[in-house]
């Protein structure tokens, strides 16, 4: 009896680490498996994607990719975080993962550890982007989802998944976010 007053001070504790936590300071791995954290982005503005290989939208990385190369000299970068909670349509390895992305996309920006996005195991970073205490809140729908992050670490807008980067909503999103110093 005594562990579950324990267990429910850690989970008390991690949900409020997690709502005080700026996009910045959350704990990621790279897509090699190297421990990190976004601070690398600190001063820039961020489209962070949830992706996946075997999806009908998995064509966007093109989109991600030309949209990257466009802003990336004026303070941007796309971060692409695979999942493979919806329909397993991201069933690979990370090694799998870049190679695909690599050789069928040309993808250049950064990508991450493979995470959930969403459920009991969702990844801190989607706790902060998606959770409670986000001005988006809400489970992600689906893979390809979008969030647009200011160059303080603050969430601006989420994109729905069928919302192409090439948009014009996202594009006049990021040059809004780039205008801002």
């Known amino acids: 009896m005594k562990s579950l007053p324990i267990v429910a ?6 949900t409020l680490a997690a709502r005080g936590a700026s ?5 990621v791995k790279d897509i090699d498996g190297k421990e990190t954290t ?9 489209l962070i994607v949830n992706v996946a290989s075997k999806c009908g939208l998995t064509p966007q990385y093109k989109a991600l990719e030309t949209t990257y190369e466009k802003y990336k000299d004026k303070g941007f970068a796309v971060l692409g975080f ?13 090694e799998q993962i870049k190679e695909f992305c690599s050789s069928k996309y040309n ?6 550890d493979k995470i959930d996005v969403n459920g009991p195991k969702r990844h801190p970073l989607y706790n902060t982007l998606a959770g409670k205490e986000s ?19 603050k969430i601006i807008k989420r994109f729905k998944p069928t919302t192409t980067p090439d948009s014009p909503e996202v594009t006049a999103a990021i040059e809004a976010a780039l205008a801002t110093k």
Do not use: S
Request: charged residues 15%; neutral net charge; contains cysteine.
């Open 9 to 14: 001070a850690m989970l008390l504790i991690q």
């Open 23 to 27: 996009v910045h300071e959350i704990a």
């Open 38 to 46: 976004l601070g690398a982005y600190k001063g820039k503005v961020l």
């Open 82 to 94: 695979p999942c493979n909670q919806f329909r397993g349509q991201e069933p690979g390895n990370n």
């Open 107 to 112: 993808v250049t920006f950064p990508l991450f």
């Open 135 to 153: 001005p988006f809140a809400g489970d992600i729908e689906w893979n390809f989802g979008k969030f647009l992050i200011g160059r303080d670490g």
